[in-house]
């Protein structure tokens, strides 16, 4: 089992920044990659970005989050964070860190919330 635990949402303004955390804990070393996923109010869930937990592939982004959000891992910590730059009021929604065990994300946290005021 893997438990994750999200921080670091919070209210902002437009073209503020936050740093979202996702701390592991529990068989991390069964982790193959941990994602960024967000859902707003009345939307689907949709991917943000993931980074390979043991650092064998480059990290993957959405589109509408490429060059405002870094992904990073600090192994040392089991955590991974999401550094959100140039935020828009779009990106307001609830931000899940999901642990894929292979191709499917398998452990979720209990989410954060961020909000972009306009």
């Known amino acids: 089992q893997v438990q994750l635990v999200e921080s670091g949402g919070g209210l902002v303004q437009t073209g503020g920044s936050l740093r979202l955390s996702c701390a592991a804990s529990?068989?991390?070393?069964?982790?193959?990659?941990l994602g960024w996923f967000r859902q707003a109010p009345g939307k689907e869930r949709e991917f943000v970005a993931a980074i390979s937990w043991h650092g064998t592939s480059p990290p993957r982004y959405a589109d509408s989050v490429k060059g405002r959000f870094t992904i990073s891992r600090d192994s040392a910590k089991n955590t991974v964070y999401l550094q959100q730059n140039n935020l828009k009021p779009e990106d307001t929604a609830a931000y899940y860190c999901?642990?894929?065990?292979?191709?499917?994300?398998?452990?979720w946290g209990q989410g954060t919330q961020v909000t972009v005021a306009s």
């Open positions: 999901a642990a894929s065990k292979g191709s499917k994300y398998t452990y």
């Open positions: 529990g068989r991390t070393s069964s982790i193959y990659d």
